[in-house]
């Protein structure tokens, strides 16, 4: 594989940092390569996005439904960027235990600002097997998230899992072709 995909993330206590780094791991054994790149959005410009054609964002939710810190600091650098000629897919972080109502919703307003700034969205996942009031980061008729929702506090045995897949048909949207 030749084309490189940056994994641009922002994380509080560390589980999307973990998860980030897993997808890389996923990614270079699915390619057979090393074209990932890992960026924590709390030291890194987001635009150093430019430099990447495929990107892959995580975000966790946090404080009732809130963005995370590190990406609130540069929502506004967010509007700058011109992502007309990007594919992205983004995972979430959350807890559907704990706050059912809020469920993954930064995800959703990541989707939404990078949808919105001109990007090729990919890796949706279905909404089967979580238990929610309400979340921000699901499609119009309710059926799909707008990515891959993770919940480790309360379905860390299916992480990696939930992981392998969502990387391999990530990939298949992306267009990129030479896996296995
Ligand atoms: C104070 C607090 C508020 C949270 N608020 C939400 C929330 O509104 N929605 C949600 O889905 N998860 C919420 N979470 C769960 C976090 O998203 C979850 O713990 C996540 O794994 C944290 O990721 P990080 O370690 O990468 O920061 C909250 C957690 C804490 C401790």
């Known amino acids: 594989m030749n084309e490189k995909i940056g994994v641009f993330y922002g994380s509080t206590t560390c589980y999307t940092e973990i998860a980030a780094e897993k997808i890389c791991g996923e990614i270079n054994s699915l390619t057979n390569s090393k074209n990932t790149s890992l960026y924590n959005v709390s030291s890194t410009s987001v635009s150093k996005m430019n430099d990447y054609k495929y990107l892959i964002l995580g975000i966790p939710t946090w404080d009732f439904g809130e963005l995370q810190e590190d990406w609130e600091n540069q929502w506004e650098e967010l509007s700058e960027l011109n992502l007309e000629s990007k594919y992205v897919a983004i995972f979430g972080l ?3 235990v704990g706050y059912p109502e809020w469920f993954q919703d930064a995800m ?3 989707w939404q600002k990078i949808k919105n700034q001109g990007a090729s969205m990919a890796g949706c996942w ?5 238990s929610f009031t309400q979340s921000k980061a699901l499609n119009y008729e309710k059926s799909e998230f ?3 929702p993770l919940d480790d506090e309360n379905q860390f045995d299916q992480t990696d899992n939930l992981i392998k897949v969502w990387t391999k048909k990530v990939l298949v949207e992306f267009g990129i072709s030479n896996i296995e």
Do not use: E, R
């Not at 279905?126 to 979580?130: A, G, S």
């Open 146 to 148: 707008v990515g891959l």
């Open 108 to 110: 959703g307003y990541l």
């Open 126 to 130: 279905p909404n089967k097997n979580f």
């Open 94 to 96: 959350g807890d559907q």
